[in-house]
């Protein structure tokens, strides 16, 4: 299937960038780190919300894009734990933002099959807005399309933390004595428990950090970090993001399969010639 019967093209640069595409080797999962729309608004001499306003329309085209190319799960990093530090106007604008986002797209999103999780500890989130998030997960829970995971009130390191706690909470009211962790124990225990890890993790607006963002996740996730602020970053730059990470190879510790080639024919005739 051609990518381009799976996402309409809105003008030539779409078409181009979508004939490129290979549908068979899009990421399983991409993680995004939506940085910039305080910069955005900025340089547009307004004020910083309007980059977070500007910010969901981004949102939602990349949401749309990812659920009509077949892209099992999306988590956008929404709400950082570090994010509380913002001034108390820009918090509050925040999470209205994201309440009003789920009253306008959440019937279009289910009409999508998209199903949504909330990662984060939510007992520090607004009540108002944590009723929302339930209500939005429990409407959205057997839909079989795009997985779309939004990091609320998340940190990368708490997401870890809350997992040994579980683990030893486990442990303790088993009466295991002698309870020891493996790395499977530990991904079931995290937020993202049954879903794959990322296999492609953007940063907007060059920024080239991770800022505790699924930590454990990313361990081989291919890294794309762009000059593009947030509220920039339409279609075609994801397609980008896309065309880039299939270029990459991948090998998990393990060598280029050209190079693994050489090296095992290498092999060969070193025995070969140990032999003679
Ligand atoms: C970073 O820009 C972005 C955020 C703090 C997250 C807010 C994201 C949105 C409003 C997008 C919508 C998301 C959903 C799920 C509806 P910044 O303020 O850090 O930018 P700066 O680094 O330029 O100041």
Redo the contacts with the bound molecule.
């Keep these: 299937m051609k990518a381009s019967e799976l996402l309409k093209p809105a003008n030539r640069e779409e078409a181009a960038l979508l004939d490129k595409l290979d549908v068979k080797r899009l990421p399983r999962h991409v993680a995004v780190i939506?940085?910039?729309?305080?910069?955005?608004a900025q340089k547009r001499h307004l004020p910083?919300v309007a980059?977070?306003r500007a910010?969901?329309k981004t949102?939602r085209t990349v949401i749309e894009t990812c659920s009509h190319l077949r892209i099992s799960c999306l988590t956008?990093y929404?709400?950082s734990m570090e994010?509380w530090r913002r001034p108390q106007a820009e918090v509050d604008f925040?999470m209205r933002?994201?309440r009003e986002?789920l009253k306008r797209e959440l019937p279009e999103i289910h009409k999508n099959n998209v199903r949504l999780l909330v990662i984060g500890r939510p007992e520090q989130l607004p009540e108002g807005v944590r009723a929302d998030i339930q209500d939005a997960m429990k409407l959205t829970a057997r839909n079989t399309g795009l997985t779309l995971i939004?990091a609320l009130n998340y940190g990368g390191r708490a997401e870890l933390v809350d997992a040994f706690n579980a683990m030893l909470d486990n442990a303790r009211k088993n009466c295991l004595s002698a309870f020891s962790a493996d790395e499977q124990a530990i991904s079931e225990h995290l937020y993202t428990a049954g879903l794959p890890d990322p296999d492609l993790l953007i940063r907007t607006?060059g920024e080239m950090r991770v800022s505790n963002f699924l930590l454990w996740q990313i361990a081989y996730a291919e890294i794309y970090v762009t000059e593009t602020?947030?509220p920039d970053f339409s279609r075609p730059r994801l397609l980008e993001a896309f065309l880039d990470f299939q270029k990459r190879e991948r090998r998990y510790g393990g060598l280029s399969s050209a190079k693994g080639r050489a090296v095992s024919a290498a092999a060969g005739k070193a025995s070969q010639e140990s032999e003679d």
């Design positions: 939506m940085d910039g729309n305080g910069r955005w910083r980059g977070h910010g969901v949102a956008l929404a709400f994010n925040l933002l994201l986002y939004v607006s602020l947030w």
